[in-house]
């Protein structure tokens, strides 16, 4: 470690041995950047560094901000004569050995380079700075000057404490122009502060709850794995409001009286302010928080208060899991079926997953929450790696919602229409008993495709292989995909018929019209990710529907997390086949945890809830087993239908996608991968095939497939495989270990 904790006659003797004393030490320095490895730079003996050091090193003409890593410097490879010097050791809490050893843990599944993980990792680099002492005023012991009626209260204010300026002009109720009249006239005097902490404590016995028996019992074997202090994983199982979250929250109790930290990941933490406002009613505090939107002064002030460890509660997105916590007890990850764990670009990982791993790193406890768990977690459970823990009915005695379908095909509804007759009937009963409807629909915008009825021409993105979403309250065409846009054109640009355009399907603003015919009293709220961008649109859009000022919400999957609206009692699912299509390997699985969760939003208190599923083939084992509320039967028949043919979880995916600007390279370099597909037991390799979005962003895809039974290696067959094909230049390749997405 640092030479200067060492004996100064033992650091002469090994300075002789070894080389010249002021040339100093080498070591390896981890750089935040897409390099093969770590580098070796050599720390003059003024500095003082460790592993986990953050430091500032030169790299070419510029310079780095880096992490001294562990492993042994590469004396052969460079030498010691061309060996650069660190320039500087950042004042910032070193990174500590867990989160090292994660950074490398997931390069090495995801088969990333360690210097793009380490990214993740230094998300804030203004965080390394020291932060700036605030200033604060103090009046100045017999300094005479003008006194104004206006400086007079501001003195008064201010007494004997040392405030910020904008502190004394709120109590004294002056502006702030005062308070630099005070300070140029002498009468008040700058004094640095101590730094405040940036996140107030949670209480653990603020609020709590009483827990019923079954909470009770599952909070105390969650609490009791809190208090090991070692690494385990719990499943917690449980219908939509049967109080799980009630039950974490507890586990999350007990970190804070141990002093130590808790990570919850949630999967749409812009959306979660009713799950925010009922953790400051739980512990008197509001949680760091932690997502993309963050300002750069919130991040920096976050990322610094978690490595500090004075952030004891932290809520955030995926990217959360790679923040510095010296001291990690535990991380929830709720909703943990969610597909919005999986990053798909840059390091595409799982941080479901990757939680897991973090937990056995940091000898922490993992708990993983959701009424309709993956077939992965649920196997783990049953194969005795994670405990199991479950509560099974709704708390308050709230029934659950009756769910049925209705057979598209007996009940169509009227032309040009996307309701049928029976879930009209339904939400005008709803209505009239004064209580709310949720229409869902996952497609936002007007509709799916724009058609020319004089000549077919269907209008589809440039970039993509895909068709245009028409958003007609902004009067334009927009690809999902690539966000693409353009005006809607007046006529058709293939045959020039003017006014041929037509919409085909409907997107959630089509259903917004619809009802607006049929229910014009109804007040209408549409709630998609255009419509609701941020944490304080949904805010507002919760408090509407809390307070009654919505009586219809038409939304996309956004509706579908985590709300709880005490007056809604029945939901619709305008087309519940939508996610079925594709041949997805959890097409299935996924429209059930999907229309499950949706279902879950009816009904939650008092008065009964009630589900309408519109479909065309009711008699799916999805629709069935959602009419018959039996998730497990329907994990059962998954389970058997993916075993035999060791699909996910009982083999191994990786997918790989060769992409490239130039259609022909595109195809030659998957070619040429097919060419090179690894042999052996164990192993099948499908493809190469293009990719259904055969083309995203102006860029060519083809896709394969390795197929691998579970005790395969994945990384090392996919190392070699890469190593082995001479792939054109232009031609990217994306690894994807553990693929959700099939496009
Ligand atoms: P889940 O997380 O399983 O969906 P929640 O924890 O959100 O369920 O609980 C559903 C509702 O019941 C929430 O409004 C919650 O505040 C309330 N609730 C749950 N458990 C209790 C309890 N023991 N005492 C009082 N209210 C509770
Ligand atoms: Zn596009």
Not at 450 to 456: D, E, Q, S, V, Y
């Amino acid at each position: 470690m640092a030479t200067p904790s060492r004996k100064a006659g033992a650091q002469k003797s090994e300075a002789r041995e070894v080389a010249p004393e002021r040339a100093g030490r080498r070591l390896r320095v981890l750089l935040p950047l897409p390099l093969e490895g770590a580098y070796d730079y050599r720390l003059p003996p003024e500095l003082v560094a460790g592993p986990g050091s953050f430091v500032e090193v030169p790299l070419g003409g510029r310079t780095s901000l880096g992490v001294v890593w562990d492993d042994a410097p590469d004396q052969e490879h460079v030498a010691e004569g061309r060996l650069r010097a660190v320039i500087a050791i950042k004042p910032a809490p070193p990174m500590g050995a867990p989160l090292r050893r994660l950074v490398d843990w997931v390069a090495a599944y995801t088969l990333s380079p360690p210097g793009a993980v380490l990214r993740m990792a230094m998300s804030a680099p203004a965080a390394l700075e020291e932060p700036a002492a605030a200033t604060g005023w103090q009046r100045v012991a017999g300094a005479e000057g003008r006194i104004t009626p206006d400086r007079a209260r501001a003195l008064e204010a201010l007494g004997g404490l040392t405030l910020p300026g904008v502190e004394i002009a709120r109590l004294a109720g002056v502006s702030m122009g005062v308070v630099r009249g005070l300070a140029s006239a002498g009468l008040i005097a700058p004094r640095l502060m101590p730094r405040a902490a940036a996140f107030p404590r949670p209480l653990p016995d603020f609020a709590p709850p009483d827990l019923r028996p079954e909470q009770s019992s599952a909070a105390a074997a969650l609490r009791e794995a809190v208090e090991s202090r070692g690494f385990g994983v719990t499943l917690l199982e449980g219908v939509t409001g049967s109080g799980k979250t009630e039950v974490y929250l507890d586990a999350i109790a007990e970190t804070l009286r141990q002093g130590r930290q808790a990570l919850v990941l949630l999967p749409e933490i812009a959306l979660s302010t009713q799950w925010l406002a009922r953790f400051e009613r739980r512990f008197g505090a509001p949680p760091a928080l932690w997502h993309s939107e963050l300002s750069p002064r919130t991040r920096r002030v976050t990322w610094r208060a978690v490595a500090e460890g004075t952030a004891p509660v932290l809520v955030g997105a995926r990217s959360a899991l790679f923040l510095p916590f010296p001291d990690l007890s535990l991380i929830v990850v709720d909703e943990e079926h969610e597909t919005a764990f999986k990053q798909e670009e840059g390091v595409i990982y799982h941080a479901r997953d990757m939680a897991v791993v973090r937990a056995r790193l940091e000898g922490a406890t993992c708990v993983l929450v959701s009424a309709t768990p993956s077939l992965e977690s649920v196997t783990n459970a049953e194969a005795g790696r994670y405990r199991r823990l479950g509560l099974p009915v709704r708390h308050g005695g709230a029934a659950m919602p009756l769910i049925e379908a209705i057979d598209l095909r007996q009940h169509p509804p009227e032309r040009g229409r996307f309701l049928a007759p029976p879930l009209v009937t339904a939400m005008t009963e709803t209505l009239a008993r004064g209580e709310q409807a949720m229409l869902f629909l996952n497609r936002r915008g007007y509709a799916p495709l724009t058609l020319c009825r004089a000549c077919g021409h269907r209008m589809q993105c440039p970039n993509c292989t895909a068709w245009l979403v028409e958003h007609r309250a902004q009067r334009r065409l927009l690809c999902h995909h690539c966000g693409h846009t353009a005006p809607t054109p007046p006529a058709c640009p293939e045959c020039g018929v003017e006014h041929s355009l037509v919409p085909i399907g409907p997107g959630v603003e089509r259903i917004q019209e619809e009802v607006a015919e049929l229910f014009p009293e109804a007040r209408r709220l549409v709630m998609a990710s255009d419509t609701i961008p941020g944490p304080a649109a949904a805010a507002e859009a919760a408090r509407q529907i809390e307070a009654r000022e919505v009586d219809l919400i038409i939304g996309t999957q956004i509706v579908a997390k985590g709300w709880h609206f005490p007056h809604l009692t029945l939901v619709g699912v305008v087309d519940a086949d939508l996610g079925l299509g594709g041949g997805d390997l959890r097409a299935g699985e996924r429209t059930m945890q999907l229309l499950h969760q949706v279902a879950g939003r009816a009904g939650r208190e008092d008065k009964p809830g009630r589900v309408l599923l519109q479909s065309f083939s009711p008699e799916h084992p999805v629709m069935q087993a959602l009419i018959r509320d039996d998730f497990p039967g329907f994990l059962k028949a998954e389970a058997a239908q993916r075993e035999p043919g060791h699909w996910p979880p009982y083999g191994r995916l990786a997918a790989l996608i060769i992409s490239s600007e130039d259609a022909r390279a595109a195809e030659r370099g998957a070619r040429e991968m097919g060419l090179a597909a690894p042999v052996g037991p164990g192993l099948q390799v499908l493809g190469p095939a293009p990719a259904p979005l055969a083309l995203l962003r102006g860029r060519y895809r083809h896709r394969l497939l390795l197929k691998a039974a579970r005790g395969v290696r994945v990384q090392a067959v996919l190392a070699d495989w890469l190593a082995r094909a001479t792939l054109p230049r232009e031609v990217r390749v994306q690894v994807d270990v553990d693929p959700v997405g099939f496009l």
